[in-house]
């Protein structure tokens, strides 16, 4: 797993915990004012049904005052006080939430109504003058049944609310139990992510990044030895593993002899002298002064004598020993360590044609065919235009010696890959070839395609075209020709 899902899985697990956390909060809130909603109801609905219950009682003390004491008012007191009661009793109904509710708020008002029906009857009789039948309707009625039904059915509903009561009291007190649970089992789900993510922060993430920072400090000391473990598949791998690749590049820089390398077979005391190869460039070009001075001085000895035939043998080692010195001077002033690049908008088109007429003159003395093929889509890209011009041009001197004196073919052909990311730049030959094990060694300071003399140009190529951060690769085959493609990342 790669650094990114890591962090990924760690913090969408943080996320999870987190909107756990805030739904368990909003739910048990949620359940909270539900209960306390319910609570407050039946707890009014227990007050409104005992304030009504006290207004009937009231109401019905009139009823004997008028039986026995002929009270005249008796009969308006007793629906004054009934008023209210009716208010109470409609507001009750209306706080009934379920079924069972509804159906006792039905029974006690059938008994209230019966108990007003019969009360009624009994002030008509008064008012009618029978005041035994309604004494009768009174205590056998009213007293012994109607009031009896009506005190049941009351208790049953106060009853009833405070049973209901109870059971959201302990559904409440399960809400806050599970809510607090969960919470629980959260926070320590959070406290363990946080160690965890603080555990791989510290192992996996913070000291590899240390010990990159400490191999780039030595790469800023000019070590280029320090190398990087591989192992990781993630991000943090393939940085290391880049940063090898780069170490490699700026050792194999640091090293290269071929800078102002000596041809393979320079004797020196009649023994070749390998180890050359392998010398900084400051050093071989130290030796190459030395030994030039050292033929000059032997020529001034030797002056004078024009047909002597060692004499024209060290002009002509000393001519050799010049030249290379001028090609190691000339490759040092314009690719000396480190490869600077000046990146800018560069029109590939235009640097392609400029490059075939800088061979204008030896494609036309040796016709020599040459094959251009650009892609409509290729035009600009960012680069280094005189590294690559100079990268190219040492892909077109190896073609060139690849192939016969007269006649052959040079291909050359430019074009953006299928992903639209990189520019690549294609020359290929139909000249001699090389070996297919023997490509790698094309990158060696002294080995060049052509296998005359040593050179650099493969080398600073491929080390001017990976800083650019792209590839170089080679296929040959004897006989059959040479292929090297560039691959370019498109910038903006």
């Known amino acids: 797993m790669n650094l990114r899902k890591k962090l990924l899985t760690t913090f969408s697990g943080l996320a999870l915990l987190a909107l756990a956390t805030a739904g368990v909060t909003v739910w048990a809130v949620a359940q909270w004012q539900n209960s306390e909603r319910r609570l407050q109801g039946h707890y009014q609905r227990s007050l409104l049904l005992e304030s009504v219950r006290t207004a009937t009682f009231r109401a019905f003390k009139e009823l004997p005052d008028a039986i026995i004491s002929d009270d005249p008012d008796a009969r308006q007191e007793f629906e004054a006080f009934l008023k209210p009661a009716e208010a109470d009793f409609k507001r009750w109904a209306e706080l009934a939430d379920t079924e069972a509710e509804r159906k006792q708020v039905q029974q006690v008002r059938n008994a209230y109504i019966a108990l007003i029906q019969d009360a009624r009857e009994a002030f008509t009789l008064v008012a009618q003058g029978q005041r035994d039948r309604a004494f009768a309707i009174l205590e056998k009625q009213l007293e012994d049944i109607d009031f009896i039904r009506f005190e049941q059915v009351t208790q049953q509903a106060v009853a009833s609310d405070r049973q209901n009561r109870q059971i959201i009291s302990q559904q409440t007190q399960n809400t806050r139990q599970t809510a607090q649970l969960v919470l629980a089992i959260a926070a320590f789900g959070t406290i363990s992510l946080m160690l965890l993510l603080a555990a791989y922060l510290a192992s996996d993430l913070f000291a590899p990044l240390e010990e990159v920072e400490e191999a780039l400090d030595d790469a800023a000391k000019r070590d280029f030895k320090r190398r990087l473990g591989e192992e990781r598949q993630d991000e943090l791998g393939a940085v290391s593993r880049a940063f090898n690749r780069m ?7 640091q090293q290269v002899a071929g800078l102002a390398a000596v041809p393979n077979g320079v004797v020196k005391d009649g023994v070749e002298d390998s180890a050359w190869q392998h010398l900084p460039s400051r050093v071989t070009l130290h030796r190459l002064l030395s030994q030039l001075r050292s033929r000059v001085t032997q020529l001034q000895h030797h002056n004078g004598f024009k047909g002597n035939e060692e004499f024209d043998g060290q002009q002509r080692a000393a001519i050799g020993q010049l030249d290379l010195l001028l090609q190691a001077v000339s490759r040092i002033t314009d690719f000396g360590f480190p490869l600077d690049l000046n990146l800018a908008r560069t029109d590939i088109r235009a640097l392609l044609y400029d490059l075939l007429l800088r061979f204008q003159s030896e494609l036309v003395e040796r016709a020599v065919s040459v094959d251009l093929d650009i892609a409509p889509e290729v035009s600009y890209a960012v680069v280094d235009r005189p590294k690559l011009r100079e990268v190219l041009s040492e892909l077109v001197r ?16 430019t074009r953006i890959d299928p992903d639209a990311t990189n520019l690549l730049i294609e020359v290929a030959d139909n000249g001699k070839g090389i070996q297919q094990p023997a490509i790698e060694r094309v990158f060696s300071p002294t080995v060049t395609t052509n296998g005359q003399r040593a050179g650099v140009g493969l080398t600073l190529s491929k080390a001017i075209v990976e800083q650019h951060g792209g590839q170089l690769t080679i296929d040959s085959e004897p006989g059959q020709g040479t292929y090297v493609q560039i691959s370019l990342p498109l910038r903006e």
């Open 247 to 253: 170490m490699e590049a700026m050792a194999e820089r």
């Open 398 to 413: 190896n073609a060139l010696a690849a192939l016969p004196e007269q006649g052959g073919r040079i291909g050359l052909r």
